[in-house]
């Protein structure tokens, strides 16, 4: 399902190179919870945004379901990404203005769906993560877990095959945070979604079926497959 070949990332800060990835390599298959950690500037946050196709390395191929989306024209990235790919963030990123349906609505919307057909998908996704009676209300008026659990079915809207999620956990207390993951976990299972998460929550991270660590760039240990 995923694939990352010999990534190197370099990126420029004033006049010095910094390497936020050194040689990674690494192989997910389909339907796994795999969770990244590793110590601040370790490359996790790079790696997501790979696998994403939301940057590009600057050596190695990223390969998502078969395709080499390193090498993609960015038009043809985002109409994969758009398919095949849902994300989840620390901070949301939720349109303050919109309400709970209207959030989930407009990326079905934008893509061009009928607004009928994009309304009933709204509705069934925040049912899916119990917001059902909270659809008309504003982010604002939302407590930080209901946000999480509404960017969560934004995320959902296309059906995606994968889910990446970075720090989801990360701006929710212990009780909020514990939903969240066991909604990712019940996710990858019954929708056989193959689910990347960075954290740095050891206890976030036993959700997963595996941890990758990171650590300068590169695995610890090694290549993991």
Do not use: W
């Amino acid at each position: 399902m995923i694939r990352l070949i010999d990534i190197h990332k370099h990126y420029s800060q004033g006049r010095n190179e910094v390497t936020a990835l050194a040689g990674l390599s690494l192989d997910i298959p389909k339907g796994e919870f795999a969770v990244v950690m590793g110590p601040s500037g370790s490359g996790k946050s790079t790696l997501l945004h790979l696998i994403g196709g939301l940057d590009r390395p600057t050596q190695g191929q990223v390969l998502v379901d078969g395709r080499i989306i390193s090498q993609m024209a960015d038009d043809d990235v985002t109409l994969f990404r758009r398919a095949k790919i849902g994300f989840v963030f620390q901070f949301f990123n939720l349109l303050p203005t919109l309400t709970a349906l209207e959030n989930v609505m407009l990326p079905l919307i934008l893509d061009g769906r009928a607004g009928g057909d994009s309304l009933v998908r709204a509705r069934i996704l925040l049912e899916r993560v119990d917001l059902k009676e909270r659809r008309d209300h504003l982010p604002e008026e939302l407590s930080g877990g209901e946000m999480q659990r509404l960017a969560v079915a934004r995320a959902l809207a296309f059906n995606p095959p994968i889910l990446l999620a970075d720090e989801p956990t990360g701006n929710l207390d212990s009780k909020n945070g514990e939903a969240i993951l066991t909604l990712m976990r019940q996710i990858n299972r019954e929708d056989r979604c193959t689910v990347v998460m960075v954290t740095h929550d050891r206890e976030a991270a036993s959700y997963g079926d595996r941890v990758v660590h990171l650590r300068d760039g590169v695995i610890e240990g090694g290549k993991s497959q």
